[in-house]
């Protein structure tokens, strides 16, 4: 079992940036998993956000190439997603997800729905307003 904790979560107004963080316990290797961000708003489909499979290799949802960007920090065993160019659309619950099985290949696909990762954090929430 993988315990993932996300951070940095809040309000902002629109155009504003955000860096949510998710800080994996100490049986987490990252560069080893399938890791990413997933949001979800209430009465919603959980949508992908963005995904870095074990390869390094990033992949953004459409909605948020060229504002959001994913990093990682292997020393403290932490994802980090900065957001920028914030939109009120934006605004969800961002859960982080990792699984340790997945190919790059298949991690790639995880985009669309999340739904083979194997754990998951409790969520922090975005508020963007107009």
């Known amino acids: 079992q993988v315990q993932l904790v996300e951070s940095g979560g809040g309000s902002v107004q629109a155009g504003g940036s955000l860096r949510v963080a998710c800080r994996a316990d100490?049986?987490?290797?990252?560069?080893?998993?399938?890791i990413g961000w997933f949001r979800q708003v209430p009465g919603k489909a959980r949508e992908g956000v963005a995904t870095?499979?074990?390869?390094?290799?990033?992949t953004y949802a459409d909605s948020v190439k060229g504002r959001f960007t994913l990093s990682q920090d292997n020393a403290e065993n932490t994802l980090y997603l900065q957001m920028n160019s914030l939109k009120p659309e934006d605004t969800a619950v961002y859960y982080c997800a990792a699984d340790p099985f997945l190919p790059p290949i298949l991690c790639t696909q995880e985009l669309k729905t999340g739904a083979h990762m194997s754990f998951w954090g409790q969520g922090t929430q975005v508020t963007v307003s107009s």
């Open positions: 100490s049986k987490y290797t990252y560069g080893r998993y399938c």
């Open positions: 870095i499979d074990s390869s390094g290799k990033t």
